[in-house]
C-alpha cells in the first residue's frame, strides 16, 4: 500500500503562482507513473499533467505552458509548479500513483487532496 500525501494549496490571486506537492510512502516511486489531477465544483476529475519513470511529461492543453510537473524520486516527492493561475485552475488538486513495475503493475493510488483557489 503506497500512502500519498499532497501539500501546498492555498487562496492565491489571478496571475500567481503556487507550487504543490506530493510525498509517497516508502521509497518506489520510480516504479510509478506520477500525475496531478483536479476537479472543481460541479465537475468531473480531470487529468492536469503525468510525468513517466524516465521523465516524459504530458499535459492537458488548458495548462500547457503554465505548470510544470516534475519528480525527485529519492526524495519520494512530485511537484506541479503553477505559474499564471486562472480562475479556472480552482479546484482539488490530487496526486496519482500508477504501478508500471513488477510487484505494483496494476496498482493505482490516489492522495486525499489540496485545495487551490483562484481570486479574480
Known amino acids: 500500500q503506497v500512502q500519498l500525501v499532497e501539500s501546498g494549496g492555498a487562496l492565491v490571486q489571478a496571475g500567481g503562482s503556487l507550487r504543490l506537492s506530493c510525498t509517497a510512502s516508502?521509497?518506489?516511486?520510480?516504479?510509478?507513473?506520477m500525475g496531478w489531477y483536479r476537479q472543481a465544483p460541479g465537475k468531473q476529475r480531470e487529468l492536469v499533467a503525468t510525468?513517466?519513470?524516465?521523465?516524459?511529461?504530458n499535459y492537458a492543453e488548458s495548462v500547457r505552458g503554465r505548470f510544470t510537473i516534475s519528480r525527485d524520486n529519492p526524495k519520494s516527492t512530485v511537484y506541479l509548479e503553477m505559474n499564471s493561475l486562472q480562475s479556472q485552475d480552482t479546484g482539488v488538486y490530487y496526486c496519482n500513483a500508477k504501478g508500471e513495475t513488477p510487484g505494483v503493475l496494476g496498482t493505482n493510488y490516489w492522495g486525499q487532496g489540496t485545495q487551490v483557489t483562484v481570486s479574480s
Open positions: 510525468v513517466s519513470r524516465t521523465s516524459s511529461t
Open positions: 516508502g521509497n518506489i516511486l520510480s516504479a510509478f507513473m
